[in-house]
T-cell receptor, first 114, second 111 residues
């Protein structure tokens, strides 16, 4: 059973470009969470999704950021018109469709905006 | 709003020493609490999960305790090894089971 898979591991974008980060949850997991780790800061919750539904996006910036988890395929975190302040490590976590279960994290995507 | 504090921010110990990492959180309405380790440039590895109804969990040389009412958790590492060197993160799980992270304790175990 493969773990949570994120790709790419490293992504470099120029200011104004779009960044697409992908996350494939563990097999059998239908809950996906995205977190962001800015330099010298702790991980911050961004969004919680189940298949085809956004459950909680209270941590998402209001502009330029969006997330989806389609019926088929990986979850996508999309950042439009990236700025230098978007440079960070973005982590995805997944858990089964049960309460109080352990969250498993991927290796993260390190986004650098130049 | 949940806030998590981890003390100390950094800790350096000789190999073989037993040690305790501390975590405090402001909102006791949690469903569970997870401890993770993060190696430089890597993802998070889950170490222990404690449900809100539990007092402690053990895995090998690790033991985590939870005092939900006082908003505290500790991670005890017995007989530390150089391979234990990493950043340790505490994360209580709140509404929608989303995790709130502290800034972590950077542990260095010297051979």
């Amino acid at each position: 059973n493969a773990g949570v898979m994120q790709n790419p591991r490293h992504l470099v974008r120029r200011r104004g470009q779009e960044a697409r980060l992908r996350c494939s949850p563990m097999k059998g997991h239908s809950h996906v969470y995205w977190y962001r780790q800015l330099p010298e800061e702790g991980l911050k919750f961004m969004v919680y999704l189940q298949k085809e539904n956004i459950i909680d996006e209270s941590g998402m910036p209001k502009e330029r950021f969006s997330a989806e988890f389609p019926k088929e395929g990986p979850s996508i975190l999309r950042i439009q018109q990236v700025v230098r302040g978007d440079s960070a490590a973005y982590f995805c976590a997944s858990s089964p469709a049960r309460k109080n279960t352990e969250a498993f994290f991927g290796q993260g995507t390190r986004l650098t905006v130049v | 709003k949940q806030e998590v504090t981890q003390i100390p921010a950094a800790l350096s110990v000789p190999e073989g020493e037993n040690l305790v990492l501390n975590c405090s959180f402001t909102d006791s309405a949690i469903y569970n609490l997870q401890w993770f380790r993060q190696d430089p440039g890597k993802g998070l590895t889950s170490l222990l999960l404690i449900q809100s109804s539990q007092r402690e969990q053990t895995s090998g040389r690790l033991n985590a305790s939870l005092d939900k009412s006082s908003g505290r958790s500790t991670l005890y590492i017995a007989a530390s090894q150089p391979g234990d060197s990493a950043t340790y993160l505490c994360a209580p799980g709140g509404s929608n089971y989303k995790l709130t992270f502290g800034k972590g304790t950077l542990l260095t175990v010297n051979p």
